[in-house]
Structure formats: structure tokens, C-alpha cells
């Protein structure tokens, strides 16, 4: 899998090209070559990030072994209940 080195960053970030159906990896955007559907764009971050690492619980528990990234990027919802601490922000 090749990812791309982004310019214009303090630190490069690798930018990956994954389906989000079968991860199927890709050189670029386009669809799947597996499933036909939109490859997703994805930048992982630094190692050691936080966003490299699953949702984990107050307590400890893994919640997900999907690192917050790619949880961000094809569930957007949910990374941002756990990013918000569960707090539903639509609530008054």
C-alpha cells in the first residue's frame, strides 16, 4: 500500500487510501477495485497520536480495536460522542 507524503505540515502526515467496505487498499481516490464502492481518504497521524489508538473506555476497556482515525473519517457520529465524552451536544 502506498500512502503520500502531505507538504506543507510541521511533521509529514501519510495520507492511505482504503475502502471502508473490505479495506481494500488504493493508490488514490476512486472506487473499490474489489466492491466497486468510493475508496476513503484517510490520514492516520504521527505514530504514538492518540487518534492512532482504539476507543477506550474511563475504565479502561477497549470499545473498538478501529483506531480513532478511521472511526472519524467512516463513522463520524460515533467518534464524536467518544471526542465529547459521551455527551449528546443535540440535548438542551
Known amino acids: 500500500m502506498k500512502g503520500e507524503r502531505i507538504a506543507g505540515r510541521s511533521v509529514e502526515a501519510e495520507r ?3 475502502c471502508a467496505r473490505d479495506f481494500t487498499p488504493a493508490d488514490g481516490p476512486g472506487a ?11 490520514e492516520p497521524g504521527r505514530p ?3 487518534s492512532r489508538r482504539p476507543l477506550i473506555d474511563p475504565a479502561g476497556e477497549v470499545l473498538t480495536r478501529a483506531p480513532l482515525w478511521w472511526l472519524r473519517r467512516t463513522v463520524a457520529a460515533l467518534a464524536r460522542h467518544y ?4 455527551e ?4 438542551g
Do not use: A, F, N, Q
Not at 477495485?33 to 476513503?40: A, Q
Not at 471526542?83 to 459521551?86: K, N, R
Not at 449528546?88 to 440535548?91: I, Q
Open 16 to 18: 492511505l487510501y482504503l
Open 48 to 50: 504514538g497520536e492518540p
Open 32 to 42: 473499490c477495485k474489489v466492491c466497486g464502492r468510493d475508496i476513503v481518504e484517510c
Open 83 to 86: 471526542d465529547t465524552g459521551g
Open 88 to 91: 449528546d451536544s443535540s440535548r
